[in-house]
Nanobody, 121 residues
Framework: QVQLVESGGGLVQPGGSLRLSCAAS????????MGWYRQAPGKQRDLVAT???????NYADSVKGRFTISRDNAKNTVYLQMNSLKPEDTAVYYC???????????????WGQGTQVTVSS
């Protein structure tokens, strides 16, 4: 089985920074895209940023210039550096990864359990 374990959430003041981490473990042959999504209370889950295995990045317009996604392929880990945080960034942040468990298996979509980020003074 595959698990995604997130860490790094918390409470931060507006203008502050946080760094989220998400490590994939278990039966992993290869990982394709990895990414971060967020869900605020009463709203749908939205894309924040994604990164391919080759390092191509995609960001939501609302976080461009403030957030940076990166990954360490050797550690099966994806990071989200969040700077200049705003109250509207408050949400549960979920890690996502598309993982192949074996050479002949198809890609499957996995989610982490979520980590709370609260931006408030």
């Amino acid at each position: 089985q595959v698990q995604l374990v997130e860490s790094g959430g918390g409470l931060v003041q507006p203008g502050g920074s946080l760094r989220l981490s998400c490590a994939a473990s278990g039966s992993i042959f290869s990982i394709s895209a990895m990414g971060w999504y967020r869900q605020a209370p009463g709203k749908q889950r939205d894309l924040v940023a994604t990164i391919t295995s080759g390092g191509s990045r995609n960001y939501a317009d609302s976080v461009k210039g403030r957030f940076t996604i990166s990954r360490d392929n050797a550690k099966n880990t994806v990071y989200l550096q969040m700077n200049s945080l705003k109250p509207e960034d408050t949400a549960v942040y979920y890690c996502n990864a598309k993982i192949r468990g074996g050479v002949a298996t198809s890609l499957r979509n996995y989610w982490g359990q979520g980590t709370q980020v609260t931006v408030s003074s």
